[in-house]
Protein backbone atom coordinates (compact mmCIF):
# COMPACT_ATOMS: atom_id res chain seq x y z
CA UNK A 1 0.00 0.00 0.00
CA UNK A 2 1.30 3.35 -0.57
CA UNK A 3 1.75 6.13 1.63
CA UNK A 4 -0.94 7.99 0.08
CA UNK A 5 -3.16 5.06 0.25
CA UNK A 6 -1.91 4.32 3.81
CA UNK A 7 -2.81 8.26 4.76
CA UNK A 8 -6.35 8.11 3.78
CA UNK A 9 -6.98 4.76 5.86
CA UNK A 10 -5.45 6.49 8.84
CA UNK A 11 -7.57 9.43 8.55
CA UNK A 12 -10.62 7.50 7.94
CA UNK A 13 -10.15 5.50 10.83
CA UNK A 14 -9.31 8.66 12.66
CA UNK A 15 -12.80 9.98 11.25
CA UNK A 16 -14.57 7.37 12.57
CA UNK A 17 -13.41 7.27 15.90
CA UNK A 18 -14.06 10.65 16.07
CA UNK A 19 -17.63 10.32 15.25
CA UNK A 20 -17.77 8.02 18.00
CA UNK A 21 -16.45 9.43 20.75
CA UNK A 22 -19.14 12.58 19.40
CA UNK A 23 -22.13 9.95 19.35
CA UNK A 24 -20.73 8.77 23.32
CA UNK A 25 -20.96 12.21 24.50
CA UNK A 26 -24.13 13.31 23.27
CA UNK A 27 -25.64 10.00 24.47
CA UNK A 28 -24.21 11.35 27.85
CA UNK A 29 -25.67 14.51 27.38
CA UNK A 30 -29.29 13.38 26.12
CA UNK A 31 -29.31 11.02 29.27
CA UNK A 32 -28.32 13.44 31.84
CA UNK A 33 -30.86 11.81 34.07
CA UNK A 34 -29.42 8.77 34.56
CA UNK A 35 -27.28 11.13 37.33
CA UNK A 36 -30.24 11.79 38.86
CA UNK A 37 -31.90 9.19 41.61
CA UNK A 38 -35.17 7.63 40.32
CA UNK A 39 -37.12 8.03 43.43
CA UNK A 40 -40.65 6.32 42.84
CA UNK A 41 -43.50 8.23 45.66
CA UNK A 42 -46.56 6.41 47.01
CA UNK A 43 -48.76 9.66 47.09
CA UNK A 44 -48.79 13.14 47.21
CA UNK A 45 -46.96 14.38 50.70
CA UNK A 46 -44.69 12.14 49.92
CA UNK A 47 -43.77 13.38 46.39
CA UNK A 48 -43.87 16.82 48.41
CA UNK A 49 -41.44 15.50 50.50
CA UNK A 50 -38.83 13.75 48.07
CA UNK A 51 -39.21 16.31 45.57
CA UNK A 52 -37.96 19.10 48.26
CA UNK A 53 -35.32 16.97 50.07
CA UNK A 54 -34.20 16.12 46.64
CA UNK A 55 -34.15 19.13 44.35
CA UNK A 56 -32.65 18.29 40.77
CA UNK A 57 -30.81 15.43 42.02
CA UNK A 58 -33.86 13.57 42.13
CA UNK A 59 -35.89 12.18 39.36
CA UNK A 60 -39.84 11.35 41.67
CA UNK A 61 -42.66 9.90 40.06
CA UNK A 62 -45.94 9.93 41.94
CA UNK A 63 -48.30 7.06 41.49
CA UNK A 64 -51.36 8.66 42.58
CA UNK A 65 -52.28 11.19 39.74
CA UNK A 66 -53.33 14.49 40.49
CA UNK A 67 -57.22 14.52 41.31
CA UNK A 68 -57.32 10.56 42.42
CA UNK A 69 -58.83 9.68 45.90
CA UNK A 70 -55.08 7.63 46.52
CA UNK A 71 -56.41 5.16 49.15
CA UNK A 72 -57.75 2.90 46.34
CA UNK A 73 -55.20 2.95 43.88
CA UNK A 74 -54.76 0.15 41.45
CA UNK A 75 -51.20 0.18 39.71
CA UNK A 76 -51.17 -0.34 36.12
CA UNK A 77 -48.21 -2.85 34.76
CA UNK A 78 -46.06 0.14 33.67
CA UNK A 79 -46.43 1.63 37.29
CA UNK A 80 -45.13 -1.66 38.46
CA UNK A 81 -42.58 -1.47 36.41
CA UNK A 82 -41.43 1.49 37.55
CA UNK A 83 -41.67 0.29 41.55
CA UNK A 84 -39.76 -2.69 40.45
CA UNK A 85 -36.87 -0.10 38.67
CA UNK A 86 -36.59 2.87 41.30
CA UNK A 87 -33.63 3.31 43.39
CA UNK A 88 -35.87 4.16 46.17
CA UNK A 89 -39.45 3.37 46.79
CA UNK A 90 -41.09 6.01 49.31
CA UNK A 91 -44.40 4.95 50.64
CA UNK A 92 -46.27 4.13 54.13
CA UNK A 93 -47.02 0.86 54.81
CA UNK A 94 -51.05 -0.43 55.22
CA UNK A 95 -52.13 2.92 53.38
CA UNK A 96 -52.37 1.85 49.68
CA UNK A 97 -52.72 -2.32 49.68
CA UNK A 98 -51.65 -2.18 45.64
CA UNK A 99 -48.48 -0.34 46.19
CA UNK A 100 -48.26 -2.88 49.64
CA UNK A 101 -47.60 -5.56 47.48
CA UNK A 102 -45.54 -4.04 44.23
CA UNK A 103 -43.30 -3.51 46.96
CA UNK A 104 -43.48 -6.89 48.73
CA UNK A 105 -42.67 -8.53 45.43
CA UNK A 106 -40.30 -6.09 44.24
CA UNK A 107 -39.36 -3.57 46.74
CA UNK A 108 -36.13 -5.23 48.59
CA UNK A 109 -34.23 -3.09 50.26
CA UNK A 110 -34.92 -0.18 47.95
CA UNK A 111 -38.26 0.46 50.35
CA UNK A 112 -38.72 3.42 52.72
CA UNK A 113 -41.65 2.54 54.57
CA UNK A 114 -42.25 5.62 56.52
CA UNK A 115 -43.88 4.13 59.48
CA UNK A 116 -40.72 3.07 60.45
CA UNK A 117 -39.74 6.49 61.41
CA UNK A 118 -43.01 7.78 63.02
CA UNK A 119 -45.00 4.95 64.58
CA UNK A 120 -49.17 5.70 63.50
CA UNK A 121 -51.46 6.37 66.29
CA UNK A 122 -54.79 4.99 67.04
CA UNK A 123 -57.55 5.48 64.68
CA UNK A 124 -59.37 7.22 67.76
CA UNK A 125 -56.62 9.52 68.35
CA UNK A 126 -57.78 13.36 68.38
CA UNK A 127 -61.37 12.49 68.75
CA UNK A 128 -64.09 10.29 70.18
CA UNK A 129 -63.40 6.50 70.16
CA UNK A 130 -66.41 5.00 68.18
CA UNK A 131 -65.01 1.26 69.04
CA UNK A 132 -67.14 -0.99 66.69
CA UNK A 133 -68.00 1.45 64.42
CA UNK A 134 -68.06 1.09 60.85
CA UNK A 135 -64.29 2.70 58.86
CA UNK A 136 -62.25 2.69 62.46
CA UNK A 137 -60.10 -0.42 61.57
CA UNK A 138 -59.48 -0.17 57.75
CA UNK A 139 -56.84 0.71 55.37
CA UNK A 140 -54.84 -2.18 56.31
CA UNK A 141 -53.18 -0.34 59.03
CA UNK A 142 -55.20 -2.58 61.88
CA UNK A 143 -56.91 0.51 63.55
CA UNK A 144 -54.21 2.88 62.78
CA UNK A 145 -54.92 6.33 61.74
CA UNK A 146 -52.05 7.13 58.15
CA UNK A 147 -52.51 10.36 57.62
CA UNK A 148 -49.32 11.44 59.63
CA UNK A 149 -48.11 13.79 56.93
CA UNK A 150 -51.03 16.61 58.89
CA UNK A 151 -48.64 16.94 61.94
CA UNK A 152 -45.68 18.95 60.47
CA UNK A 153 -43.40 18.19 63.03
CA UNK A 154 -44.12 14.72 61.89
CA UNK A 155 -43.61 15.35 58.64
CA UNK A 156 -39.87 16.98 59.36
CA UNK A 157 -38.59 13.89 61.33
CA UNK A 158 -40.07 11.87 58.07
CA UNK A 159 -38.20 14.42 55.81
CA UNK A 160 -35.01 14.04 58.06
CA UNK A 161 -34.79 10.39 57.65
CA UNK A 162 -35.31 10.67 54.02
CA UNK A 163 -32.68 12.66 53.41
CA UNK A 164 -30.23 9.57 55.21
CA UNK A 165 -31.77 7.60 52.87
CA UNK A 166 -31.09 9.22 49.39
CA UNK A 167 -27.41 9.66 50.78
CA UNK A 168 -26.77 6.16 50.91
CA UNK A 169 -28.33 5.76 47.57
CA UNK A 170 -26.16 8.71 46.44
CA UNK A 171 -23.45 9.12 48.79
CA UNK A 172 -21.70 11.79 46.30
CA UNK A 173 -24.69 14.54 47.22
CA UNK A 174 -25.33 13.54 50.67
CA UNK A 175 -24.90 16.46 52.58
CA UNK A 176 -26.74 18.64 49.89
CA UNK A 177 -30.36 15.87 51.28
CA UNK A 178 -29.16 16.99 54.96
CA UNK A 179 -28.97 20.63 54.19
CA UNK A 180 -32.32 20.02 52.18
CA UNK A 181 -34.18 18.52 54.60
CA UNK A 182 -33.09 21.15 57.35
CA UNK A 183 -34.31 23.60 55.41
CA UNK A 184 -37.35 22.24 55.02
CA UNK A 185 -37.79 21.36 58.52
CA UNK A 186 -37.02 24.93 58.88
CA UNK A 187 -40.19 25.64 57.04
CA UNK A 188 -42.34 23.29 58.51
CA UNK A 189 -41.37 24.40 61.97
CA UNK A 190 -42.37 28.26 60.90
CA UNK A 191 -45.75 26.18 59.67
CA UNK A 192 -46.52 24.10 63.33
CA UNK A 193 -45.71 27.76 64.93
CA UNK A 194 -48.34 29.61 62.87
CA UNK A 195 -51.02 26.70 63.66
CA UNK A 196 -50.10 26.99 66.86
CA UNK A 197 -50.74 30.57 67.53
CA UNK A 198 -53.45 30.62 65.54
CA UNK A 199 -55.18 27.90 67.06
CA UNK A 200 -54.57 28.93 70.15
CA UNK A 201 -57.84 30.99 71.41
CA UNK A 202 -60.90 29.87 69.51
CA UNK A 203 -64.74 29.74 70.07
CA UNK A 204 -64.77 25.74 69.78
CA UNK A 205 -62.48 22.77 68.89
CA UNK A 206 -64.82 20.50 68.15
CA UNK A 207 -64.70 20.07 64.44
CA UNK A 208 -66.83 17.38 62.56
CA UNK A 209 -65.33 16.07 59.05
CA UNK A 210 -66.68 13.78 56.45
CA UNK A 211 -64.09 11.71 56.96
CA UNK A 212 -61.76 11.10 60.17
CA UNK A 213 -58.79 11.73 58.78
CA UNK A 214 -57.52 14.78 60.92
CA UNK A 215 -56.32 12.91 63.65
CA UNK A 216 -52.70 14.10 63.99
CA UNK A 217 -53.64 17.72 63.35
CA UNK A 218 -56.23 17.53 66.41
CA UNK A 219 -53.63 15.89 68.51
CA UNK A 220 -51.06 18.40 68.29
CA UNK A 221 -53.31 21.58 67.98
CA UNK A 222 -55.55 20.63 70.83
CA UNK A 223 -58.72 19.58 68.74
CA UNK A 224 -61.44 17.22 69.25
CA UNK A 225 -62.24 15.52 66.15
CA UNK A 226 -65.77 13.91 65.58
CA UNK A 227 -65.36 11.53 61.82
CA UNK A 228 -69.19 11.20 60.22
CA UNK A 229 -67.47 8.19 58.66
CA UNK A 230 -64.22 6.03 59.53
CA UNK A 231 -60.82 6.46 58.29
CA UNK A 232 -61.68 5.20 54.55
CA UNK A 233 -63.74 8.07 52.92
CA UNK A 234 -65.63 6.01 50.35
CA UNK A 235 -67.36 4.22 53.12
CA UNK A 236 -71.03 5.48 53.59
CA UNK A 237 -72.43 5.81 57.26
CA UNK A 238 -75.15 4.11 58.78
CA UNK A 239 -78.01 5.99 59.76
CA UNK A 240 -77.46 5.38 62.97
CA UNK A 241 -73.97 6.78 62.62
CA UNK A 242 -75.88 9.83 60.82
CA UNK A 243 -77.98 10.58 63.69
CA UNK A 244 -75.18 10.09 66.34
CA UNK A 245 -73.20 12.64 64.57
CA UNK A 246 -75.83 15.26 64.15
CA UNK A 247 -76.48 15.24 67.85
CA UNK A 248 -73.18 15.69 68.29
CA UNK A 249 -72.70 18.50 66.02
CA UNK A 250 -75.58 19.95 67.94
CA UNK A 251 -74.03 19.30 71.21
CA UNK A 252 -70.95 21.30 70.22
CA UNK A 253 -72.63 23.97 68.62
CA UNK A 254 -71.20 23.39 65.40
CA UNK A 255 -71.42 26.23 62.90
CA UNK A 256 -68.98 24.19 60.12
CA UNK A 257 -69.05 20.42 58.75
CA UNK A 258 -65.88 20.07 56.55
CA UNK A 259 -65.89 17.89 53.81
CA UNK A 260 -62.70 16.89 51.49
CA UNK A 261 -62.02 18.50 47.96
CA UNK A 262 -61.50 14.48 46.42
CA UNK A 263 -64.71 12.99 47.93
CA UNK A 264 -68.33 13.88 47.26
CA UNK A 265 -69.53 16.23 49.92
CA UNK A 266 -72.98 14.73 49.78
CA UNK A 267 -73.10 13.46 53.44
CA UNK A 268 -71.64 16.56 54.92
CA UNK A 269 -74.26 18.75 53.23
CA UNK A 270 -77.00 16.36 54.43
CA UNK A 271 -75.69 17.31 57.95
CA UNK A 272 -75.31 20.77 57.83
CA UNK A 273 -78.70 20.46 56.43
CA UNK A 274 -79.84 19.22 59.71
CA UNK A 275 -77.79 21.22 62.20
CA UNK A 276 -78.16 24.30 60.25
CA UNK A 277 -74.60 24.75 59.36
CA UNK A 278 -72.61 25.29 56.44
CA UNK A 279 -70.12 23.23 54.97
CA UNK A 280 -66.59 23.95 54.33
CA UNK A 281 -63.36 22.11 53.01
CA UNK A 282 -60.77 20.63 54.94
CA UNK A 283 -58.08 18.97 52.69
CA UNK A 284 -56.51 15.91 54.29
CA UNK A 285 -53.49 16.52 51.52
CA UNK A 286 -53.82 12.75 50.39
CA UNK A 287 -53.51 14.29 46.80
CA UNK A 288 -53.84 17.95 45.06
CA UNK A 289 -56.76 18.67 42.64
CA UNK A 290 -56.63 18.10 39.33
CA UNK A 291 -54.92 21.38 38.04
CA UNK A 292 -53.71 22.64 41.77
CA UNK A 293 -50.57 25.27 41.57
CA UNK A 294 -50.53 24.97 45.55
CA UNK A 295 -48.21 22.61 47.33
CA UNK A 296 -48.10 20.90 51.23
CA UNK A 297 -47.34 24.40 52.79
CA UNK A 298 -49.90 26.72 51.15
CA UNK A 299 -52.58 23.48 51.19
CA UNK A 300 -52.27 23.55 55.04
CA UNK A 301 -52.04 27.76 55.36
CA UNK A 302 -55.55 27.43 53.67
CA UNK A 303 -56.24 24.64 56.30
CA UNK A 304 -55.93 27.00 58.96
CA UNK A 305 -57.39 29.87 57.89
CA UNK A 306 -60.67 27.49 57.31
CA UNK A 307 -60.36 25.90 60.83
CA UNK A 308 -59.68 30.13 62.01
CA UNK A 309 -63.21 30.67 60.35
CA UNK A 310 -65.58 27.62 61.83
CA UNK A 311 -64.15 27.75 64.76
CA UNK A 312 -64.21 31.31 65.72
CA UNK A 313 -60.22 32.09 66.70
CA UNK A 314 -59.14 35.18 67.65
Known amino acids: M ?49 ERIGGDAVRVTNLAKPGAEPHDLELSPSQVGQVSEAELIVYLRGFQPAVDDAVAQNGGDRAFDVTSVQPLLDAS ?33 IGDQLAQRLGKADPARAADYTARAATLRADLTALDGEFKRGLATCQRREIVTSHAAFGYLADRYQLEQVGITGLSPDVEPSPQRLAHTIEE ?21 TIAGQVGAKTAVLDPIEGLAAGSNGDYLSVMRTNLRTLQTALGCS
Open 125 to 157: AGGHDHEGEEGHAEEGNGGKDPHVWLDPTRLAG
Open 2 to 50: SNRATSRVLAAVTALLTLGAGAGCSTSADGADSQRVDVVAAFYPLQFLA
Open 249 to 269: AKEHHATTIFFETLVSPKVAE
